[in-house]
């Protein structure tokens, strides 16, 4: 997703008001998000949208944003079959969760591969890495890559 340059040539973009990460950024309404499921429904049966195409901003320019961000329900999305979520357990997120990863290099290869930007810059990956953990892993946003990442990025691809 975030290899195509000119991606908003070729999507529908739905705009979820929230002050955002440098205004005080909250938890999504409720409404709003019913409201979204609606319209997401319709959209993707419509235009026979894959579900592995239903992106957030984070997805496709994860150098310069964060939206929607850790509080978006892409869970409860994926729950109504509207987008990709992974399938690790709770139990084993948070055990992995303790264990770096020693292969770093790998884990990036499959993320590129997934889909997100290519970058050799280190900060840059940093920033797509957190977009990976607040879009998969809302509960920690951190740069540390540690096999939970690493099992969920294995379990989407």
Do not use: M
């Not at 994860?62 to 139990?91: A, V």
């Amino acid at each position: 997703w975030g290899n195509h340059v000119s991606l908003n040539k070729y999507s529908i973009g739905i705009e979820i008001s929230n002050p955002g990460h440098e205004h005080g950024y909250r938890k999504f309404n409720e409404n709003q998000i019913q409201a979204l499921i609606r319209i997401s429904k319709k959209i993707i049966k419509k235009y026979k949208i894959n579900k592995k195409n239903i992106l957030g901003h984070s997805d496709i320019a994860p150098l310069r944003k964060k939206d929607p961000g850790e509080k978006f329900p892409w869970k409860i999305l994926y729950k109504k079959k509207l987008c990709q979520w992974h399938n690790i357990s709770e139990r084993n997120c948070k055990k992995f969760r303790k264990i770096k990863l020693d292969n770093k290099i790998n884990f990036y290869k499959l993320l590129f591969k997934f889909g997100y930007k290519f970058t050799n810059n280190s900060s840059d990956k940093i920033k797509i890495l957190k977009n990976f953990q607040r879009r998969f892993r809302p509960e920690l946003i951190s740069s540390v890559i540690d096999k939970e990442c690493d099992a969920i990025l294995k379990s989407l691809i």
